[in-house]
């Protein structure tokens, strides 16, 4: 029986310069200590390992380090391979490593992302829009993966790839996507649903998403891993347990292992509707007295999200926490994520506020090419302009810019999301 070891969203790199840089470190070495533990047979990684597209050499070191540990004395072989060209030996060599790029590593077509690189140096397999067959001591797995592709493009790349799974095989099928059912953001809705997967898999995994979960889909698991550590504003994301996934083939079994946080992670919402300034950091201060009663090896992370509707005259400004942070600030680490509404502010104006809290400075910024370059009737699309901006490409940039890039063929490949798939 072969056993796998599925994780996700490592994000080495998060938090550099600021306290929490050493967590994503702290966690995935945490992570690969239990895998040890776990007696597996390979590692399959959902995408987002670095946090950037660019790591630094440090966070490079790192995580090459923690792969060369992996190792065990099994014979691998890869029986058959789709939509690729052949895997080099050493890259499954030690431990077998399958792994997609999730949406903080991609970069633009034709360039070299991290897990890229780390399958031509021998660490691992890259996928996206392929397949991969091992043969593990006579028994067969195959791991079928879509790196993350912009949301846009998700259902055009899936239908288009196609990925059907091996005959005789325990069949892994992977991706790095918003699904509906977990992500929902009415600004940019999602295009993949549960029901979009393909059937016929055994396990179906998704990476991207930072909570755990697992549920039954197509006669299959679904699980989601989740992030070894929090990066984002949600509560699940605190408030569910760390870790990743073992699964079984023979009997098709996945179960959590779960892992120590490096720091505990605390969540707390605070309803200020109708109080002032002074009363709403009162409460502040007594819900972080009650909890740092606890004792903590480490700083906690507390989360503190402020709802409600403020009173007719304040703003969310008025509500100056410097002061809290610096009293503690050798206690916790402490966020305040300030959800309020604003008297006389509704609809589409409170929603737009909200979400545009949520999305990334890169999100931003496509945002605004997006709707510059619908504006002008142009058809451009905006994606390998962006991705060019983002690498410094100006030249690339202008050139698309002036060519139109707006031919039906690019056209075509936009709507396919082909252009993605062009490695
Ligand atoms: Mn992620």
């Known amino acids: 029986m072969v056993r796998i070891a599925i994780i996700s969203d490592l994000h080495l790199g998060f938090g550099r310069g600021m306290e929490r840089e050493e967590d994503p470190f702290v966690a995935a070495e945490r992570a690969f200590e239990k895998v040890e533990d776990e007696d597996v047979d390979m590692i399959v990684l959902a995408g987002d390992i670095f946090d950037s597209r660019l790591p630094r050499p440090e966070h490079w070191s790192r995580f090459m380090r923690l792969l060369s540990e992996m190792k065990n004395g099994r014979s691998v072989e890869i029986s058959r391979t789709k939509g690729r060209e052949e895997v080099p030996e050493e890259s499954i060599r030690g431990l077998p490593v399958l792994a997609i790029h999730g949406t903080h590593e991609r970069r633009a077509n034709g360039m070299k992302n991290s897990i890229e690189a780390l399958e031509d140096a021998g660490f691992l397999v890259h996928m996206h829009c392929s397949s991969v067959e ?15 592709v912009p ?34 953001n009415p600004a940019s809705p999602p295009e993949l649903g549960l029901e979009d997967l393909p059937g016929g898999f055994d396990l179906y995994v998704s990476g991207h998403i930072h909570w755990k979960n ?16 929090p990066t984002q504003q949600r509560r699940k994301e605190f408030e569910t347990p760390k870790g990743f996934y073992v699964a079984e083939t023979e009997t098709n079994k996945v179960q959590f292992i779960e892992i120590d946080p ?15 300034p002074k009363e709403i950091k009162d409460s502040i201060t007594a819900k972080i007295e009650k909890l740092l009663q606890g004792g903590f090896e480490n700083k906690p992370l507390i989360r503190i999200k402020l709802t409600g509707e403020l009173d007719s005259g304040l703003n969310p400004g008025d509500i100056d926490l410097s002061k809290i942070r610096e009293k503690y600030k050798n206690d916790a680490i402490i966020t305040v994520l300030k959800d309020l509404d ?17 999305l990334s400075v890169e999100e931003i910024g496509m945002r605004i090419l997006r709707k510059n370059l619908e504006g002008n009737g142009s058809g451009i699309s905006p994606e390998p302009i962006f991705e060019d901006l983002v690498e410094g490409n100006l030249n690339s940039a202008l050139k698309k810019l002036k060519e139109g890039h707006n031919k039906d063929e690019e056209k075509e490949k936009t709507k396919t999301g082909e252009w993605w798939k062009g490695y």
């Open 214 to 229: 697992k549920e039954a889909v197509k006669d299959g698991h679904f699980i989601i891993p989740g992030s070894l550590i």
């Open 262 to 276: 490096p720091r505990k992670l605390v969540y707390e919402k605070i309803d200020a509707g109708g109080s002032n």
């Open 134 to 148: 091992l043969n593990i001591d006579g028994e067969k797995v195959g791991v079928h993966g879509m790196s993350g």
């Open 151 to 184: 949301e846009k493009y998700s259902k055009g790349v899936l239908k288009k790839w196609g990925p059907e799974p091996f005959e005789d095989a325990y069949n892994i099928f992977m991706l790095h996507q918003d699904l509906e059912q977990y992500i929902y």
């Open 342 to 358: 604003e008297e006389g502010m509704e609809g589409a104006e409170k929603i737009k506020t909200h979400e545009d809290r949520m």
